[in-house]
Structures are given as structure tokens and as C-alpha cells.
């Protein structure tokens, strides 16, 4: 980083970030991040969520980290919260996130085959 103007621009991308772990939002999105969600590729799992977020330009939509949901051998785990609902996806992978956000955060259709579990507020 050699001038202020690049200083800005980092700023403004890390308020970006911010925004998508705070505040208020019509979907939110807790990837597990136990050891074991760890292992299994959570951390690849939460940066596809935020660079689709963001390639998106997605302003409403919380990115939140848990611990071990409890479910080790079903990691990594992604719980989706929008419209009263809660879904839990088992076994996402990158592709997966970018799916979870195209078809149930934009479109509200539930990714059928990767649900684990689902509860009603």
C-alpha cells in the first residue's frame, strides 16, 4: 500500500465485511466452526458464502460463525435462517454455498437435497 487512496479503498472493503456479520437482515447464514467444521472445509465454506455475498452485491445478508453444532460427521454444517425459517445443509462444499445462495437466500427455495434438518419460528 503506497497511497491514501488505497488506504481508503481497504477501509472500505473492510467495512463491507463488517456488514455482512452485523445488523440487521432478511437471511442469515451461521456456518459451524468447531475442530471438526474446520476440518471438513468450513473456512473455504464461509469465504464462498462472503464472495458470493459480496459478487452479488448482497447488502442484507449476515455471514455468522458457531461453534460445533453436534453433528461431527455431517461438517461442514450451514444453518440458513430467513422468512421464519431455519434450515440447517449438511456436507456443504463451496459449490454448495454459492447454490444455498442463489436458489434459498435470492430465490427462497430450499436446496433440498443438502437439508439436514429444519425448524419453523
Known amino acids: 500500500m503506497t497511497t491514501l ?3 481508503r479503498k481497504l477501509k472500505e472493503k473492510a467495512l463491507d465485511d463488517l456488514k455482512t456479520r452485523e445488523g440487521k437482515a ?19 465454506v464461509t469465504t464462498a458464502f462472503m464472495e458470493e455475498i459480496q459478487k452479488r452485491n448482497l447488502k442484507d445478508i449476515i455471514v455468522a460463525q458457531s461453534g460445533c453444532m453436534g453433528f461431527c ?8 435462517e430467513k422468512d421464519g425459517q431455519k434450515i440447517i445443509y449438511k456436507k456443504v462444499t463451496v459449490e454448495g454455498a ?6 434459498h437466500v435470492i430465490n427462497g427455495n430450499v436446496v433440498g437435497d443438502m437439508v439436514f434438518a429444519s425448524e419453523e419460528k
Open 26 to 44: 432478511s437471511a442469515k447464514i451461521t456456518v459451524g466452526m468447531g475442530t471438526c467444521g474446520i476440518a471438513a472445509g468450513a473456512r473455504e
Open 5 to 7: 487512496d488505497e488506504l
Open 98 to 103: 454459492k447454490k444455498i445462495v442463489a436458489e
Open 73 to 80: 460427521e455431517q461438517e461442514p454444517l450451514v444453518e440458513v
